[in-house]
């Protein structure tokens, strides 16, 4: 399961820095019963909650918001045993503010709820396009 990014990755994050706002696709699959390393009892949504709390006023600051958020359905292409219990695509103003929220205090201390309740998730980066009128732009 994935829950988190490699230095590799973060690294390859930091160096493809370009103007103008990324959008983040964040598709979150929750515990049923949260794993903290000091035996807190949380169900997997408290925890994620918890750390939505702590975290949503260091993204307002950076100047990030949400601009998308769903609730998963049906997967109609895909494995059939996939799903997700949160789906959602945070702007934020580039990749600076990102890389200033992984290193905000506040933030590292919500991260500890988002590793208690997050069983798998998928984090991925987009450049922001015009909405256009088809499928291909």
Do not use: C
């Not at 598709?27 to 750390?51: F, I, P, S």
């Amino acid at each position: 399961m994935f829950t988190s990014f490699d230095k590799e990755t973060w690294q390859v994050f930091k160096d493809t820095d370009r103007a103008g706002p990324i959008h983040m696709l964040n598709l979150v699959r929750l515990r049923e019963k949260a794993e903290y390393a000091d035996g807190h009892e949380a169900t997997g949504a408290e925890a994620y909650q918890r750390y939505s709390d702590l975290s949503a006023p260091v993204l307002h600051r950076l100047g990030g918001r949400i601009v998308w958020r769903g609730g998963f359905e049906l997967m109609m292409v895909g494995p059939q045993d996939v799903t997700w219990d949160i789906a959602f695509i945070a702007e934020y103003p580039g990749v600076s503010a990102f890389v200033e929220m992984m290193r905000d205090a506040t933030y590292r201390e919500a991260m500890v709820h988002r590793q208690a309740g997050v069983l798998d998730s998928r984090l991925v980066r987009f450049g922001v396009q015009p909405p256009g009128t088809g499928f291909g732009g």
